[in-house]
C-alpha cells in the first residue's frame, strides 16, 4: 500500500496530542479518542517512561504511529511537544517527507512553531498548514493568512474556508468543488464527528450571510491567485490551509485526505555519494534516533529507522554500513508511547523500532545488498552549556560509561579538554531540557548523582585545528573537543565572537548546522 510520512510542527498547547488522538479516532486506529496520546490525567499517558515526564505531564520521546486511511498507510512520527527544545526534535524531521503546521487561531504562529518551520524550509520538506481551535474565538482568517505569508515567506494557499467566524463553527467551503462540508458537534469530540456534504444553493438557504461572507472571501483568494498549486507546495513555496477543530474533530478527516491527495510519498533517498538507490531495491533505513530505558523493567535500547527502499523483513540480517558487521533484526518493533506491536515487514517511509541495537547510533545506516551511506546527521549549534560531574568520586567509571552512552545516542553533545580533565566534561545543548534527561538518566540508569554548573556561553564556532590555541587564548573564550572529533570555540555571545574575530583577521569561526535556522 502507498505510504505517507509526516510530523506535526506546532508550539506547546496549540492541539497537538489532541490531533494525534482525532487521526487515529478517524483513521480508525483506535475506538475512542484518548487512548492513544495525551497529557498526565488523560485517559492513558503514554511515553511516560520517565520520572519526569510524568511529574510534567510532557512527552520527551516516542516515534510513530502507523494507521490504514484510504489505501494508503500513514505514518506520524512523533516530535517531543515540550515547549523547550533538543536536538531530537530537528532528527525527527529528517525522517519524515511533509510536516503538518499547526496553529492555535487565537494566537497564530508561536515561537517553537517558527523554529521547527525552518528546520523544515532547511530540509525542504513542504509544510500543509492547520488552524486549530476554530471552535473558540480566534483571529481574522485572512489576518492569520497575512501572518504566515509576512513571517514565515510561505504563500497560504486555503483547501478549505471557514464558514461562520472563530468561535461559531458551522464547517467549511470546499474551496475546489464549491460545496459545504457541514460538522456536528458530538459529545467532547470523543466520537468520529459527522460531515455532511451540502451544495452551495443548500448551504445559501441553511447559513445565509456567513455562507455568503465565505463565498465572498473564497472569491478574494481566488482573485489573488491564492490556490493550491502541487508544484509550488513540494517546492516549499506555498502552503495548502486547512481550518478545524482537533477537539471537536472537525476537519480531520479533510486532513489525512489531504494527506493522502497532495503529501509526498517516499522518493528515493542520496547516498553520501549522491547515488540512489530505488525504492523497490535491496533494503535500506537509516537510524535517526536511539532511545533506551523506556521500559524500566526490559532496560532495553530502541535504535528507530526510518525505512528508505526495499523490504524490511523482521528476523532478516541487514548490515551496518559503518563497520560492515552483520546485524540480526529478531526483534523489531512499532513503538508510539508506550505501546509496541511487533513489526513483520516495513516498507519505504515506515519506521521501525530495533530493539537491544547497541551497535546503532543516530545517522547510521543498515542495509541489505551493495553498501549504501545515508549522509551523517548534523549536529545542531548548542546554545546551552554546563560542567557535569559526579556528586560521589567512587563513581567515575559508571559516569564515564553514563556519559559515552548518552553521547552516543545524541541526547546530549559531549566535550572535553585536557584543562576540565574527564572528571567534568562540558555538555552542550540546543535546549536545557537536555541537561535535565542527562541528570536523569545517569541517576537512573547508572546510579551517578550529578553536578550540573551552567557555563555563561550562549554561541559556539567550529574552528581549525590550527586557529584552535589563537582563539583559546582570546579573553572569555574556551576551546574544547566534541565526541565527533570537532573542534567548537564557546564564546558569551556573539559580541564576543565578533571581537574575536576581529583582532584576529587570520581565523575563521564557522557556523554550526542550524546556527542560522
Ligand atoms: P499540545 O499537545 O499541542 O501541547 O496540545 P494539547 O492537545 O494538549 O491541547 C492543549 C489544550 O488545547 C487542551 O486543553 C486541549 O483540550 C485544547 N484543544 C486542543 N484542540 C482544541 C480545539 O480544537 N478546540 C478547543 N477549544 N480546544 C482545543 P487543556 O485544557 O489544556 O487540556 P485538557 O484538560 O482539555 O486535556
Not at 525527527?92 to 499547526?102: G, H, I, K, P, T
Not at 551496518?320 to 529478531?330: E, L, N, Q, V
Not at 515506515?350 to 551511506?373: E, F, K, Q, W, Y
Request: glycine share 8%; with cysteine; net charge negative.
Amino acid at each position: 500500500m502507498p505510504r505517507r510520512t509526516f510530523a506535526v510542527i506546532s508550539h506547546p498547547d496549540a492541539g497537538k496530542s489532541t490531533l494525534t488522538e482525532a487521526l487515529a479516532l478517524h483513521a480508525q486506529v483506535l475506538s475512542e479518542a484518548g487512548a492513544v496520546h495525551g497529557k498526565a490525567g488523560r485517559k492513558a499517558t503514554v511515553s511516560d517512561w520517565m520520572q519526569m515526564e510524568r511529574d510534567r505531564g510532557i512527552s520527551i520521546a516516542s516515534a510513530a504511529l502507523q494507521f490504514e486511511f484510504g489505501d494508503h498507510i500513514v505514518n506520524m512520527v512523533d516530535t517531543p511537544g515540550h515547549s523547550d527544545f533538543s536536538e531530537d526534535t530537528y532528527r525527527v524531521l529528517s525522517a519524515v517527507d511533509c510536516a503538518v503546521m499547526l496553529i492555535d487561531a487565537a494566537k497564530g504562529l508561536e515561537p517553537q512553531t517558527l523554529k521547527l518551520f525552518r528546520v523544515c524550509r532547511h530540509r525542504g520538506i513542504p509544510v500543509i498548514t492547520v488552524v486549530n481551535k476554530w471552535d473558540r474565538p480566534g483571529k481574522d482568517p485572512l489576518e492569520l493568512l497575512d501572518e504566515i505569508e509576512q513571517q514565515i515567506g510561505l504563500r497560504p494557499t486555503p483547501l478549505t474556508w471557514p464558514v461562520g467566524i472563530a468561535g461559531d463553527f458551522r464547517g467549511v467551503l470546499e474551496r475546489s468543488s464549491g460545496d459545504f462540508v457541514e460538522f456536528t458537534r458530538t459529545a467532547g469530540g470523543a466520537t468520529r464527528a459527522p460531515e455532511r456534504r451540502v451544495p452551495a444553493s443548500e448551504a445559501r438557504l441553511a447559513q445565509g450571510q456567513w455562507w455568503d461572507t465565505a463565498v465572498e472571501e473564497h472569491e478574494l483568494l481566488a482573485a489573488d491567485g491564492a490556490d493550491h498549486h502541487q508544484e509550488s507546495f513540494l517546492a516549499g513555496v506555498t502552503t495548502p490551509v486547512l481550518f478545524a477543530s482537533a477537539l471537536l474533530n472537525f476537519g480531520v478527516g479533510q486532513l489525512l485526505q489531504v494527506l493522502l491527495d497532495v503529501a509526498p510519498a517516499p522518493a528515493p533517498q542520496a547516498g553520501e555519494d549522491g547515488s540512489l538507490r530505488p525504492l523497490e531495491g535491496d533494503f535500506s533505513a537509516f537510524v535517526f534516533k536511539v532511545q533506551s530505558g523506556m521500559d524500566a523493567a526490559h532496560r532495553d535500547r530502541l535504535a528507530y529507522a526510518r525505512v528508505c527502499s526495499g523490504v524490511f523483513e523482521r528476523g532478516m540480517v541487514v548490515q551496518h554500513a559503518d563497520t560492515g558487521r552483520p546485524f540480526t533484526t529478531k526483534y523489531a518493533q512499532a513503538v508510539f508511547g508506550r505501546e509496541r506491536a511487533s513489526v513483520e515487514t516495513a516498507y519505504p517511509g515506515d519506521i521501525v523500532g530495533l530493539v537491544n541495537a547497541s551497535a546503532l547510533t543516530v545517522g547510521d545506516t543498515i542495509h541489505t545488498g551493495p553498501v549504501i551511506r545515508y549522509p551523517a546527521m548534523a549536529r545542531f549549534a548548542p546554545e546551552h552549556f554546563a560542567v557535569v560531574r559526579p556528586k560521589d568520586n567512587g563513581r567515575q567509571k559508571q559516569f564515564r560509561r553514563g556519559m559515552d552512552q548518552l553521547d552516543e545516542e545524541g541526547v546530549v553533545q559531549v566535550l572535553r579538554s585536557d584543562l576540565r580533565g574527564d572528571q567534568a566534561p562540558v555538555l552542550a545543548a540546543v535546549g536545557l531540557m537536555q541537561f535535565e534527561v542527562v541528570q536523569q538518566r545517569l541517576a537512573s540508569e547508572f546510579g551517578v548523582q550529578v553536578d550540573l554548573d551552567h557555563l555563561d556561553y550562549t554561541l559556539a564556532r567550529s574552528v581549525s585545528e590550527q586557529d584552535a590555541p589563537t582563539v583559546n587564548a582570546a579573553r572569555g573564550v574556551e576551546v574544547l573537543r566534541r565526541s565527533d572529533g570537532a573542534l567548537l570555540a564557546l564564546f558569551p555571545d556573539r559580541w564576543r565572537a565578533g571581537t574575536v574575530a576581529r583582532n584576529n583577521p587570520g581565523i575563521t569561526l564557522t557556523e554550526l548546522p542550524a546556527g542560522g535556522l
